[in-house]
């Protein structure tokens, strides 16, 4: 248990279908982040909440939607994908969005594939 | 802009082998520096860390020291062992304003038994 939990572990949808992903941290920090990580590529900094505020997107393409309702939740809504969003997807957070001392705590992904 | 740089894997090695795994990162500013490593199919977990130069992170067996002058901060283990194998990201993070981790491009290791 790392503190920050990810659900579902495993998702298989097809190109028409909406889905969401769901992060969930209760270890008081008020920066989550949204991460890709594709098969032999670095990882992608899709998305950053700030006291749930989003404060940047990284040229993510519409399809992919979040949402942070609250400091302990951030959901990355998902529609219409394309086989090449497969992937796994990371959500993180941290103690400060400049605390530069701190690390991030990562959730263990939801491994997406795209049919 | 700020940037790490990784060794290339896969790294092998035998179980019982000495490891090290190099980093350099170009930052201005005094960065703190991170190691994550992932396990398969897991999230990344953190390793270790150091927040000024000269700095010595450590944990599980595994050291890193923040050199400033060599802009570097290579991780070592001396005795690896299965366990171990997984990916390795090192990281840096700056507390100014919008202070991103950025990660290295990651570097696999296998141990063999």
């Known amino acids: 248990e790392t503190g920050v939990t990810q659900t579902p572990r495993h998702l298989v949808m097809g190109m028409t279908n909406k889905k969401s992903l769901k992060c969930e941290q209760h270890l008081g920090h008020n920066a989550m982040y949204w991460y890709k990580q594709s098969a032999k590529k670095p990882l992608e900094l899709m998305f950053v909440y700030s006291l749930e505020e989003r404060v940047e997107n990284n040229s993510v393409p519409s399809r992919f939607s979040p949402e942070c309702p609250n400091s302990s939740h951030l959901f990355l809504h998902l529609h219409t994908l394309q086989p090449e969003d497969s992937a796994l997807y990371l959500c993180?957070?941290?103690?400060?969005?400049?605390?530069?001392?701190?690390?991030?705590?990562f959730g263990s992904g939801t491994r997406l594939t795209v049919v | 802009g700020d940037s790490v740089t990784q060794m290339e894997g896969p790294v092998t090695l035998s179980e019982e082998a000495f490891l090290t795994i190099n980093c350099t990162y170009t930052a201005t500013g005094y960065p703190s520096l991170f190691w994550y490593v992932q396990y398969p199919g897991e999230g990344l977990q953190l390793l270790l860390k150091a927040t000024k130069a000269d700095d010595k992170g450590s944990n599980k067996g595994f050291e890193a020291t923040y050199r400033k002058e060599t802009t570097s901060f290579h991780l070592e283990k001396g005795s690896v062992q299965v366990s171990d194998s997984a990916v390795y990201f090192c990281?840096?993070?700056?507390?100014?304003?919008?202070?991103?981790?950025?990660f290295g491009q990651g570097t696999e290791l296998s141990v063999k038994p």
């Open positions: 990281a840096l993070r700056k507390g100014n304003q919008g202070g991103k981790l950025i």
């Open positions: 993180a957070s941290s103690a400060g969005r400049t605390g530069g001392s701190y690390g991030y705590t």
